[in-house]
T-cell receptor, first 110, second 112 residues
Framework: KNQVEQSPQSLIILEGKNCTLQ??????????LRWYKQDTGRGPVSLTI?????NTKSNGRYTATLDADTKQSSLHITASQLSDSASYIC?????????FGAGTRLTVKP | NAGVTQTPKFRILKIGQSMTLQCTQD?????MYWYRQDPGMGLKLIYY???????DKGEVPNGYNVSRSTTEDFPLRLELAAPSQTSVYFC???????????FGEGSRLTVL
């Protein structure tokens, strides 16, 4: 069964600190993996896309990694800011299927 | 750029009432989707469409209907609203089956 599991469910960090969010999946056959950011009361917005051949991709202070062998991805946020407070959703696509993780709720405190 | 526009943003329904959530996109995307998001849960696919005149069920279609008469519009119809349909509904569009999704701002529905 195609599934996406994210951890932790929620996370609180201080402004300026780094953090790493995890995504494990069983979706097959793998096509790509995206990380979305969802601000409270808004729709999700894509941050990065990872394809099978990519190990690391950065978008500003966000760095995503992919290990296709272990079917794991991570999203690392560097020097967190208050505006990083949001839910981060991992979405894994197969050829004709797209599965969403439940998300990690990140709170950045001053 | 408008992107994906959903209306209404908020709505309270009584049990048994019906309503339509509107969704329109101006990006000429073939693929459109309706999701619901319950507190602490991931987005669940209700219905999707790969083009005008073509719709198909997702994971949780019961109690809903859709139509796709044009590329731009993909309304979601709730018939006989039930408390279990209390949720936040997101419409999304995309250029392909595995492409980036562009989401609307969401419609918060409460059924009492």
């Amino acid at each position: 069964k195609n599934q996406v599991e994210q951890s932790p469910q929620s996370l609180i960090i201080l402004e300026g600190k780094n953090c790493t969010l995890q995504c494990n999946y069983t979706v097959s056959p793998f096509s790509n993996l995206r990380w979305y950011k969802q601000d409270t009361g808004r729709g999700p917005v894509s941050l990065t896309i990872m394809t099978f051949s990519e190990n690391t991709k950065s978008n500003g202070r966000y760095t995503a990694t992919l290990d296709a062998d272990t079917k794991q991805s991570s999203l690392h946020i560097t020097a967190s800011q208050l505006s990083d407070s949001a839910s981060y959703i991992c979405v894994v696509s197969a050829t004709n299927d797209m599965r969403f993780g439940a998300g990690t709720r990140l709170t950045v405190k001053p | 750029n408008a992107g994906v526009t959903q209306t209404p943003k908020f709505r309270i329904l009584k049990i048994g009432q019906s309503m339509t959530l509107q969704c329109t996109q101006d990006m000429n995307h073939n693929y459109m989707y309706w999701y619901r998001q319950d507190p602490g849960m991931g987005l669940k696919l209700i219905y999707y469409s790969v083009g005008a005149g073509i719709t198909d069920k997702g994971e949780v279609p019961n109690g809903y209907n859709v139509s796709r008469s044009t590329t731009e519009d993909f309304p979601l119809r709730l018939e006989l609203a039930a408390p279990s349909q209390t949720s936040v509904y997101f419409c999304a569009s995309g250029g392909g089956a595995t492409g980036e999704l562009f989401f609307g701002e969401g419609s918060r529905l409460t059924v009492l």
